[in-house]
T-cell receptor, first 113, second 115 residues
Framework: AQSVSQHNHHVILSEAASLELGCNYS??????LFWYVQYPGQHLQLLLK??????LVKGIKGFEAEFIKSKFSFNLRKPSVQWSDTAEYFC???????????FGSGTRLQVQP | EPEVTQTPSHQVTQMGQEVILRCVPI?????FYWYRQILGQKVEFLVS????????KSEIFDDQFSVERPDGSNFTLKIRSTKLEDSAMYFC?????????????FGPGTRLTVT
């Protein structure tokens, strides 16, 4: 069965700092990769996804992620964070023929003004 | 923008009681899902539903759980006899079959507390 690891559980940054959140998955076959965000008091929202093609994926609100197949990684990046990016970020994966999302444990990002 | 809605937002029940959690998926979506998140743990997949039947389920989704699409808009999760360990946030999601990437849209969740 596939699994997803997010190594950073809690990240604190100052505004304008750069962000990189790690995500690694374990699965030997084809995967679809997602990053979801949950702002305080709100529901999970899709930030970006990788399905095929260009491994560098751009999402909403200036976020991007790079799929590195050889490293089984799909790290999330943003060059300059804002206070409004304070949220919990979840990496997730689906595999060929399955729609069930397997989530990582989430990373709580706190951006200080 | 269309959204997935869930009711109630918070449900408190006693151990052994039956609960029904309700969801209204996005209207043109055909795949529906339930996930749960126990406090401090990962979001876990429970079940997916398509064309009036379960298409996939996890080990968590045992005989105590059932899902139903009772009408054209609602999608429900029933827990027959709740246990303390069923206390969690339950998320409903839906996706559009026509979209190849079948991204899932989540509702705000129902917090279930079993006492």
């Amino acid at each position: 069965a596939q699994s997803v690891s997010q190594h950073n559980h809690h990240v604190i940054l100052s505004e304008a700092a750069s962000l990189e959140l790690g995500c690694n998955y374990s699965y030997g076959g084809t995967v679809n990769l997602f990053w979801y965000v949950q702002y305080p008091g709100q529901h999970l929202q899709l930030l970006l996804k990788y399905f095929s093609g260009d491994p560098l994926v751009k999402g909403i609100k200036g976020f991007e992620a790079e799929f590195i197949k050889s490293k089984f990684s799909f790290n999330l990046r943003k060059p300059s964070v804002q206070w409004s990016d304070t949220a919990e970020y979840f990496c997730a994966v689906t595999t060929t023929g399955r729609r069930a999302l397997t989530f990582g444990s989430g990373t709580r990002l706190q951006v200080q003004p | 923008e269309p959204e997935v809605t869930q009711t109630p937002s918070h449900q408190v029940t006693q151990m052994g009681q039956e609960v029904i959690l309700r969801c209204v998926p996005i209207s043109n979506h055909l795949y529906f899902y339930w996930y749960r998140q126990i406090l401090g743990q990962k979001v876990e997949f429970l079940v997916s539903f398509y064309n009036n039947e379960i298409s996939e389920k996890s080990e968590i989704f045992d005989d105590q759980f059932s899902v139903e699409r009772p009408d054209g808009s609602n999608f429900t999760l029933k827990i027959r006899s709740t246990k303390l360990e069923d206390s969690a946030m339950y998320f409903c999601a839906s996706s559009d079959e026509a979209v190849l990437t079948h991204e899932q849209y989540f509702g705000p969740g129902t917090r279930l507390t079993v006492t």
